[in-house]
């Protein structure tokens, strides 16, 4: 196995402290930032992940805050999904795409007030785009990267943890939805929502400085809930159908080919710079898509590039996620998959590494 | 030493077959890809770098192509270097500002022609920033990422080396220009340039199918020259006073807080979008500066956070990037120092993580 180099442009964390002396054993960099993904052994992670609790280092999810009278102008004009009926208190996942269509991120945004956005994003400098775009068109908007980390605590026993840091009305925030809580003297956007599909909540540190007394908290807190540090799980959100921005999509694809048409009011979203591009792909639907795939046999090695998807001779998509599911007991996969062969049951093989595998497209994820 | 989890996200090259085949010990992520940092060890590959030939896999210099009748426009909105003398067929060292004057990259511009322009960036989404300039001032200029993997040869011997591949005409490439030479059916450019001080030059390898034929041929080409895979070094790159984009700059800085004031042509880079916010400091200059620092005593550990300095109890600046030097024994490093202890000569300690050290404030770089 091959080491990372660690320097100064790969940030730490507020809580790489607490990371380190969990155990980390592998890292890897998500918007130059450090994100554990390895703690006892991904396996081990997984099943903990599911009957119990854990406390992810997710910082890496930077955002990006809009502030001023144009910031709802400028969020819409970033996604087809139409935001008028949004409210202050709610989390929108957004498809963000360019001109062309193509997807430049997938982040959460979070409406804090007409006039205050923050986006939570994927592994892309999103910033970079929103500051052109605003500058480009003059809008009166602050845009920049504040000092929030997110602290996600997911898993089962995750409402009680958080009960007993923030107290019982935690329990009453909804999904995608957030609150107010109090943490270390400062306010705290405390959600409902988290990468993964075994329950949650994301919590926005606001200061580096309270990352780690909040990371003590927590896992003194939950001593006898078994909580350990975690971190987003490879198996688990492959069974949950949880997309990864640069691995399973790219600014190559639509939101359509990505599965992500529910998320899309290209018609009535007035103002998205991707709207004209798009409204035909939304009219006629895409020509490949995100699908489930299930790859028989044993366990696959690490998919660490495209795996070509093929029908006799003829390459028919691409596998971009997949690993063994221990609860499943099958290897689970993400693909990229043409119409001509994207119906649940169609048998197709996968070119792994060590050789071509039967394979089946399937109906649904399996969380 | 903690491991890196390889995914889809994580880019393999055109060239990773070869790097691996070599015994790539340790990578860094760059630009979304993979790029190595170690093969032997950081201190054998500083030896060989300066006394043999290395073969780099430095695709992660990826490009931004501009290409229309307002390239040169653009190009010019999105720096404050002066670059009406340039002409095609040269390569500039381009400091990217923002509105404020904050650095977001520091790549070579390649003037292909009059209205076609490659930038060959540091580790930032630069695409994301030009595309939004482009699209919020309705630019006629297409931008996209195209097939391009730079792969840099490097050390006293790369005249050598290249003049057997490519023919004894590389020879007459001068500094920061480039021409056209033929591999595998193709034209490539091969520019006179690198991220090291020890000579050598950059071939921009369009197409992912000849690298690994490219890779291959140099590699038997200069069996007898002692090539070997390599990597930018980190030692070597210090003492060379090259800076890194994420490790001793970002957009918090100006380019002339990062030394590079001569590279700005403020006042008569009209267009600049950067040009308001940076007169000012152009004229009054920064009031903190890039330096060369000298850490007295023993190895200091690998940087991988801000190290402060500091005089009696005051921070009058922070180390970013810092290594022993076993050509100069000491440990050399690069620091963002304020203008009240930036003299040549001044004392100051630097806070490492085994401690505070002596350390002194330099004229030059080693190199």
Redesign the interface.
């Known amino acids: 196995?091959?080491?990372?180099?660690?320097?100064?442009?790969?940030r730490?964390t507020p809580f790489s402290d607490g990371v380190e002396a969990a155990g980390?054993?592998?890292?890897?960099?998500y918007n130059?930032m450090l994100l554990p993904?390895?703690f006892r052994s991904i396996q081990e992670d997984y099943r903990h992940l599911k009957e119990a609790v854990q406390v992810w280092d997710v910082a890496c999810e930077r955002q990006v805050e809009m502030r001023g009278p144009d910031a709802g102008r400028l969020m819409q004009m970033l996604t087809p999904r139409d935001l008028r009926g949004m409210l202050p208190g709610q989390c929108y996942y957004v498809p963000i795409v360019?001109?062309t269509g193509g997807m430049?991120n997938d982040p959460v945004a979070v409406k804090l007030a007409e006039d205050r956005w923050w986006v939570s994003i994927a592994?892309?400098?999103?910033l970079?785009?929103?500051?052109?775009?605003?500058?480009?068109?003059r809008l009166d908007v602050l845009v920049d990267e504040p000092d929030i980390s997110p602290l996600a605590i997911q898993g089962p026993k995750a409402d009680d943890l958080m009960a007993r840091v923030f107290g019982d009305s935690v329990r009453d925030i909804r999904f995608f939805r957030f609150g107010w809580f109090r943490f270390g003297g400062r306010d705290l956007v405390v959600a409902r929502s988290g990468y993964s599909k075994q329950g949650g909540f994301e919590i926005y540190v606001e200061g580096g400085d309270i990352g780690m007394p909040l990371w003590q908290a927590l896992m003194e807190a939950g001593r006898d809930l078994d909580v350990h540090a975690g971190c987003p799980n490879?198996i688990e959100r492959i069974e949950s159908g949880l997309l990864?921005?640069?691995?399973d999509m790219t600014d190559d694809n639509t939101p359509h080919e990505c599965g992500l048409g529910r998320f899309c009011n290209t018609h009535s979203a007035i103002g998205c710079?991707g709207r004209d591009a798009l409204l035909r792909v939304a009219r006629e639907g895409p020509v490949r898509q995100i699908r489930p795939v299930e790859i028989h046999g044993d366990p696959v090695p690490?998919?660490?590039?495209?795996w070509p998807v093929v029908a006799g001779d003829r390459q028919v998509g691409s596998i971009?996620?997949a690993a063994w599911s221990p609860d499943f007991e099958t290897n689970v996969a993400i693909g990229m998959i043409r119409m001509t062969h994207w119906d649940a049951g169609t048998e197709v093989d996968v070119i792994t590494p060590d050789g071509p595998r039967a394979a089946t497209v399937c109906e649904t994820f399996w969380n």
Not at 244 to 247: F, L
Request: glycine residues 6%; charged residues 20%; positive net charge.
């Open positions: 196995m091959v080491q990372i180099s660690l320097s100064r442009r790969l730490r980390v054993k592998a890292y890897t960099v130059h993904t390895v360019d001109e430049l592994d892309s400098d999103l970079f785009w929103i500051k052109g775009i605003a500058y480009g068109y490879l990864s921005y640069g691995n710079v690490p998919c660490d590039r495209h971009s996620s």
